[in-house]
């Protein structure tokens, strides 16, 4: 899993500070296990993970330098479109 240098978000939270992306990935396949962001626990920012989740995980690493990229899966004819039609947003 390559790790993309830490890039400041302006404007995303009211209180970024606070703010912090949690993601748990597999160091030797990148594959992803867990996200979550800290406004989904305490104030003390602790995650608490089940025993069978962990032991079915025993290589994951937990990392908050990792962002949430939006990943879009469609058909290749659609890839086709979009690259003719550079016009079209979302």
């Not at 994951?60 to 479109?81: E, K, V």
Request: hydrophobic share 30%.
């Amino acid at each position: 899993c390559k790790q993309a240098p830490h890039e400041k978000r302006e404007g995303t939270f009211k209180n970024e500070a606070q703010h912090v992306e949690y993601t748990g990935y597999d160091q030797k396949t990148g594959r992803l296990l867990y996200m979550a962001t800290s406004t989904n626990f305490p104030r003390n920012h602790s995650i608490k993970f089940g025993k069978r989740f962990l032991l079915s995980r025993p290589k994951m690493t937990i990392s908050t330098t990792l962002h949430d990229q939006h990943i879009y899966i469609f058909r290749h004819w659609i890839a086709d479109f979009l690259t003719k039609k550079p016009a079209i947003t979302s």
